[in-house]
């Protein structure tokens, strides 16, 4: 569901970068900061308005996502290289059966509003997200605790008509201020995993005094502190009393909002701007990014993968994975990546991301790799693909049309059908289309991770009935490699994960095509820039240094 | 003035309209004639009539100006400038962009000629019966003309793109169809109120009495003394109008709504060539697709204005 959200969040750069033309800020008075060598200092980011008020639960795209993440701190941390997850409020995570979890907290993590980050602020705020009436978009991701099912409303949804029949999950209990249990209805071997994701934030005894003074000025227990928010910009500051392990270096952090992504990179480009979290697909065209920015870009495997789902509404496609194998092998993704990505994604090499845990290279084998005369005699022999083929596609999301086309191409050049794009007009458009099996032939998918885990790629898409499985892919040999290995401790959880992704190998449901990357740029008054395994810079560990 | 000196003669009772005419050749010149021989000495004319002659020829049988085929891409020759290959260099998908360019005139000249005579068409029509008839035909015509007058083409064109968005796969004629649609839909009152203005002006001549006092019937009058001696500013205003249609319909594509593949628009690829990053590295990409937009709409709307000069003295 995030990559939806995500893609709409580049949607709306692009069709604005399209009408309006650059109107950097030139009125920016930036004074340059003396040097102040580790701390210290002020920066700015660009950044957008985002959707929702910035509650952790509410919070599911990147343009609110990327500020709550600065200023919120949760039960894990991910290592900002590896992606590991590492205690952070959390003194300890324990289970014995990966279905009974005892949660116990670091002793005096302070919020912004001097209060102490306690066992009942989680469950709490998680009762608070997973309530079906309080409309929450991270709601889902509290789907395996137990008692879920009770806080949603009745069969219509109308919570009005039908409400809930309880206001807190029974799978949540605080032991002591400092200790709560976690249960789930099913096991979940990588749950401590999951706790780092933004929705499993605690929220503060205020906000449910005040729901509307904290949206005016949102409080987390994270390394900085919201000073600001308004429609231009949002204010960080460095949070004093911060107690964790992953404290700010700068003092100030001023999320800046541009209308325009283009505008935006004039702006590093101009030293107007510090940190440009995404450099817009036309720049990087030719590299000419490197030579407007040498030495002050960084490119980094985002944990998001693009690929090409092959309709549960074409028949001719549904029975018939060999002819699915031939089609994704007469696509060349070296030469997509590298001529109309340019280089900002590379080839797939199967349905996991590399950035997690667990990722095995060439799960996809030979169906991902180029040979047009391999894919054309697998075609003859599959017995073909009568009339047109289509790829459908939402043309509102940045180089959607550019890469459908080229697929396109490759396959009508290599196979000989006659393949066509079909682009749709914008991305709700796209999913309503997905929903009522209104295209036939391939449609573009994309899925940006939650949480860094081998699980996430796989169970979320996959898994019979799972809320984006847009292929219909139902296989229970499949279902059962995951709820083993759900069931499993980690080590031995990630080869059940693996043999499922085999599965994906030999079913073919869908056919991966790229892993993206993230370019990030700065302006030549800070360092130390580094992008965390979801393709956000990680803003605490950046330095000012001119 | 032609009709004058008609009815004159066919007072007479017998004479039919062409003979006459070709009988009265060395006095009297017809309206149409003294605008031919304007336009034959106007330069204007003639270059935008080649032009215009050129692009329809491309639009009738493209295969005569390139062999390539503007659907083949290939990565490998992406992005190339121009070359004795390629002419107009290649595009970032691959496609050779002079293929692509001379393709595209076929959609923009059948929006083009296809509006313009679809919104003719309506409205004479329309402006005839309300200019003729009068009275509550009229004014119930003239409300529904202002009723669309009062939407914006563009705005209009955007909303029904929305709404009625062809089937993947529909070909070119019928998503051509489309869009004429539209601007038909959108276009006709303006030139409806046109119509409308010159058969008011043209109505109580003493040679439409005449006719009338004659026995001529409605219809009769009409095709016979209104329509022909009311029809000049409405040509002028079509023939400009062409070249706006078809800049409205490349403002479509290039908001991602007008025509789509597999048909090939210059709209459409100069909207994917527009990007700031794909200016530096593919400036051609751009260029020549806006080059021979812009050359349709300019020949177009000159022959309008040489038209106009010719027909109209009185608007120069």
């Known amino acids: 569901m995030r990559a939806r959200s995500r893609a709409m969040v580049v949607a709306a750069f692009t069709s604005v970068a399209l009408l309006a033309t650059a109107c950097g800020g030139g009125d920016s008075t930036e004074e340059p900061q003396a040097s102040t060598g580790q701390g210290g200092g002020e920066i700015t980011i660009n950044g957008c308005t985002p959707e929702n008020p910035l509650i952790p639960g509410g919070t599911s795209e990147v343009c609110g996502g990327n500020v709550l993440d600065a200023f919120v701190s949760k039960l894990v941390h991910y290592n900002v290289d590896t992606a590991e997850p590492e205690m952070d409020i959390a003194e300890s995570i324990e289970t014995e059966d990966n279905q009974n979890f005892t949660v116990t907290l670091k002793q005096g993590y302070k919020f912004h509003d001097g209060t102490e980050v306690k066992a009942k602020n989680f469950v709490d705020a998680w009762n608070f997200t997973a309530a079906a009436e309080n409309a929450q978009a991270g709601s889902y991701f509290f789907t395996p605790i137990e008692g879920f099912d009770d806080v949603q409303c009745g069969d219509d949804g109308d919570c009005d008509a039908n409400p809930a029949e309880a206001d807190s999950m029974s799978g949540l209990a605080v032991v002591d201020d400092y200790t709560f249990t976690i249960t ?76 325009d992504i283009s505008a935006a990179y004039a702006d590093v480009v101009a030293g107007n701007l510090d940190i440009l979290d995404q450099v817009p697909p036309d720049n990087l065209i030719g590299d000419a990014y490197l030579s407007d920015l040498p030495d002050r870009t960084a490119q980094r495997e985002a944990g998001s993968i693009r690929y090409i789902t092959f309709s549960p509404a074409d028949e001719q496609l549904a029975d018939n994975p060999d002819l699915r194998k031939a089609i994704s092998m007469s696509i060349d993704r070296a030469a997509i990546a590298q001529t ?76 000989g059908l006659d393949c066509q794009f079909n682009g749709v007009v914008d991305f709700a458009t ?26 996430n790629f796989l169970a979320p898409i996959y898994q019979e009935g799972a809320d984006s499985n847009w292929s219909d892919y139902a296989s229970p040999r499949f279902n059962e490699l995951l709820a083993q290995a759900a069931a499993a401790d980690e080590s031995e959880a990630n080869s059940l994960y693996q043999q499922a992704e085999a599965e994906l190998g030999k079913d073919f449901p869908t056919a991966p095509l790229t892993y993206r990357k993230t370019t990030v740029a700065w302006s030549d008054r800070v360092s130390n820039v580094k992008i965390n395994p979801f393709g956000v810079p990680d803003v605490a560990g950046v330095q000012v240094t001119g | 003035m032609t009709d004058p000196a008609g009815i004159a003669v066919s007072e007479f009772g017998t004479q039919p309209a062409g003979e006459e005419r070709s009988a009265g050749q060395d006095q009297v010149r017809s309206l149409w004639s003294d605008a031919w021989d304007s336009l034959r000495r106007n330069p204007l004319f003639w270059v935008s009539s080649a032009l215009i002659l050129v692009f329809l020829l491309m639009a009738a ?84 003309g202002e009723v669309f007058f009062a939407i914006p083409l563009l705005l209009a064109g955007i909303l029904a793109a929305y709404l009625f968005q062809p089937g993947p796969g529909s070909g070119l004629v019928s998503q051509v169809l489309r869009v004429v649609a539209v601007l038909v839909v959108f276009g006709w009152p303006s030139l409806a109120r046109l119509m409308r203005g010159s058969v008011l ?116």
Request: hydrophobic content about 40%; charged content about 15%; aromatic content about 10%.
């Open chain 2, 201 to 316: 002006q043209v109505k109580p001549n003493d040679y439409v009495n005449a006719a009338r006092a004659l026995g001529a019937s409605a219809p009769r009058l009409i095709v016979r003394h209104i329509l022909p001696n009311a029809v000049a500013p409405m040509i002028v205003v079509a023939t400009i109008n062409l070249g706006t249609y078809i800049a409205v319909e490349a403002t479509l594509a290039f908001l991602g709504i007008g025509l789509r593949d597999p048909a090939i628009s210059w709209g459409n690829d100069i909207s994917i060539a527009s990007s700031i990053g794909l200016v530096r590295a593919a400036p051609h990409m751009l260029l020549f697709p806006s080059l021979f937009l812009s050359l349709t709409v300019l020949a177009f709307i000159m022959l309008g204005d040489a038209v106009r000069d010719a027909i109209d003295p009185k608007l120069r």
């Open chain 2, 61 to 144: 049988a493209p295969q005569l100006f390139t062999s390539a085929d503007p659907f083949y891409g290939d990565l490998a020759v992406a992005r190339q400038p121009p070359s004795a290959e390629h002419v107009f260099g290649t595009s970032s998908q691959g496609y050779d962009v002079y293929a692509r360019v001379v393709y595209g005139a076929r959609a923009s000249i059948m929006v083009g000629l296809l509006t313009t005579v679809g919104t003719v068409v309506v409205g004479s029509v329309v402006g005839l019966v309300s200019g003729f008839y009068g009275g509550w035909l009229d004014a119930l015509l003239s409300r529904i």
């Open chain 1, 340 to 415: 109309v990505l340019s280089n900002s994604e590379v080839p797939a090499t199967g349905w996991v991301s590399p950035v997690v845990d667990g990722y095995q290279p060439n799960a996809c084998g030979e169906a991902c790799v180029f040979d047009a005369a391999k894919a054309k005699a697998l075609y003859e022999q599959a017995g073909g693909y009568e009339g047109t083929l289509t790829y459908t596609a939402n043309t509102d999301g940045a180089g959607n049309q550019q890469i459908g086309e080229a697929i396109c191409n490759q396959i009508s050049n290599n196979l």
């Open chain 1, 184 to 259: 789930t209805t099913e096991k979940v071997s990588n749950l401590p995993v999951r706790l780092g994701y933004s929705a499993f934030a605690p929220l503060p005894d205020s906000f449910f005094d005040d729901q509307e003074g904290y949206e005016a000025k949102p409080i987390g227990a994270g390394p900085f502190q919201v000073e600001s928010i308004s429609s231009t910009e949002m204010v960080l500051t460095k949070f004093a009393d911060y107690s964790g392990d992953y404290p700010a270096t700068v003092d100030k952090v001023t999320y800046r909002i541009y209308q």
């Open chain 1, 430 to 455: 796209f999913n309503n289309g997905i929903d009522s099996d209104e295209y036939t032939g391939m449609f573009r998918s994309g899925w940006q991770m939650d949480y860094p885990s081998i699980e």
